[in-house]
């Protein structure tokens, strides 16, 4: 049962506080006075989605809040505040934040929602196979089928795709396994190009060096009188220091000179020109020379050789294994076809048990709804094929509205006042065992007179047993609320304000006037 529905700044709603009671509540006003966005903030209380555009023009937030009471009398706090900004929005139950999903499956258990939409939706078979699904001992078959049958479905996607891949893959086979000897002839490894190149860079680099000391050794020992002549030098510079000791510093630095050159040459002796590399020069030029070729005759560069060769692995141990794994897929595709046929053998049964059960009630709705003593309703089954040689029977809503017709779907004779009842029949039954909030939003269209009044009797029975929230134009139907609420739009300082307010006796008078016409 909802008791509580606050809604702030949503439309053109400032500030509304509406206090439900139980049994029936109506909803009244004129028409665009925004009636529908009432519904509309049960509805985003409950998990539908809402545009940020419904926030009210200059706020920066919708906020819509309901205090719910289950069957046990427990009861639960829901808001949930959508952003103008983001337009994405907050849930929270009993104050803690929760999630959309959350709602969504607390507002399926306690609010049954009717519309003129909901009446287009009950022309469609899927649908009416729906609602009888809803009627079944055991509501989880569908479920059951529906799991087992994704199951199979992307079983069977997965087949598709390896016999589709593994046919593709044997047409270029011989291409495949020429590339990979190609490439295992080679058998290059990443980054081995640039490797080589570093190599080749360094052993040049140590050619030259070799080169360079060994010239300088040869001319160390290709001027054999250097040393003796420095000798000589130094001898004489000593003579000379003895006449002019200013040259006592020559002297030293001559001496100084032949030590160097001494030393010099016992480095350049002890430096080795044999350097450690297991390749040589012509080596890595070999090597390089065979990694252009496969370069050139694949037409990728080596890291995408590299590549294509983990790749070509890959698609043949495929082409090996997909045998095996098709054999796998197929004796999994029998077991899910066995306990599908057996899921469907078990729904099938139940929804004819269901049909029959679920068609006389709603034979016995229509009667009290002011349709004919002889009127009949029955479910048509037609296979649905789901898997090749294995169908489910599907119910589609037929009716005999009068002795003598033929049963035809309820698109082909139901009016929009037939169609009114038959929704406001089928809700009543729905609801029956959980006893939701049942919302009818104007299911009253498109009859009147003496059905209007058996419509409103069968209100007031499903308004004993649990909770009703009518929006309607017929006073015939307002005058029955335990509580009548009047909608109204008006402006306020150039704004226009959508407000709900609970009308007392005397105003209830007035707003039921003013519905019949009378002044």
């Not at 893959?169 to 190149?197: H, W």
Request: a negative charge; aromatic letters at 6%; proline letters at 3%.
């Amino acid at each position: 049962m909802l008791e509580l529905l606050r809604i702030r700044d949503l439309a053109l709603i400032e500030d509304a506080e509406i206090e439900f009671s139980a049994g029936m509540n109506v909803l009244t006003g004129e028409t665009g006075a925004g009636k529908s966005f009432i519904l509309r903030a049960i509805d985003f209380l409950t998990g539908q989605k809402m545009r940020p555009d419904m926030v009210r023009p200059g706020k920066k937030q919708a906020l819509v809040e309901a205090l719910f009471i289950n069957p046990e009398g427990d009861e639960f706090i829901v808001r949930r505040v959508l952003s103008a900004e983001t337009g994405r929005s907050r849930v929270y139950v009993n104050d803690k934040l929760s999630s959309q999903g959350t709602i969504k499956d607390m507002g399926a258990s306690m609010i049954l929602h009717t519309s003129q939409h909901a009446q287009q939706k009950l022309l469609q078979p899927a649908y009416q196979c729906t609602i009888l699904d809803t009627f079944l001992d055991d509501i989880s078959l569908p479920e059951k089928k529906d799991a087992v049958l994704n199951e199979l479905r992307g079983l069977l996607a997965k087949k598709n795709e390896i016999k589709s891949r593994s046919a593709s893959l044997l047409e270029k086979k011989d291409f495949l396994e020429f590339q990979r000897t190609e490439i295992e002839k080679v058998s290059p490894y990443p980054g081995e190009e640039d490797e080589l190149l570093k190599k080749k860079n360094t052993l040049r680099q140590q050619e030259d060096a070799g080169k360079c000391i060994q010239n300088a050794m040869d001319i160390m020992r290709g001027a054999p009188d250097l040393t003796g002549c420095l000798s000589a030098l130094s001898a004489e510079m000593e003579r000379v220091c003895d006449l002019f000791p200013d040259y006592e510093k020559d002297r030293e630095n001559v001496i100084e000179f032949k030590h160097f050159l001494d030393e010099l040459a016992g480095k350049l002796r002890a430096q080795p020109l044999d350097f450690d590399s297991d390749e040589s020069i012509d080596d890595i030029e070999e090597r390089l020379y065979d990694l252009s070729k496969l370069k050139r005759k694949l037409g990728r560069n080596l890291d995408q050789i590299v590549d294509l060769q983990k790749e070509i692995q890959e698609n043949l141990d495929f082409l090996d294994s997909c045998s095996l794994e098709l054999a796998q897929i197929e004796k999994k595709e029998k077991e899910l076809v066995n306990q599908l046929t057996e899921i469907l053998e078990t729904l099938t049964s139940a929804r004819e048990v269901a049909a029959k059960r679920l068609t006389d009630s709603v034979v016995k709705e229509l009667k009290g709804l002011g349709f004919s003593e002889h009127v009949q309703v029955k479910f048509d089954f037609q296979p649905h094929e789901l898997y090749p040689g294995l169908n489910e029977m599907r119910g589609r809503l037929m009716w005999i509205p009068n002795p003598g017709q033929s049963a035809q779907p309820l698109d082909k004779i139901a009016s929009g006042g037939e169609l009114s009842r038959f929704l406001l029949a089928i809700t009543g039954l729905q609801g029956e065992s959980e006893k939701p909030t049942l919302i009818f939003d104007e299911v009253d269209s498109g009859i009147g007179g003496h059905t209007l009044n058996r419509v409103g009797e069968k209100m007031q029975e499903l308004a004993d047993r649990q909770q009703l929230i009518v929006i309607t134009h017929w006073p015939q139907l307002a005058k029955l609320a335990k509580r009548h609420f009047l909608i109204h739009k008006g402006v306020v300082n150039k704004e226009t304000f959508t407000t709900c307010r609970q009308l007392n006796n005397a105003e209830v008078e007035t707003e039921l006037s003013r519905m019949a016409g009378v002044e």
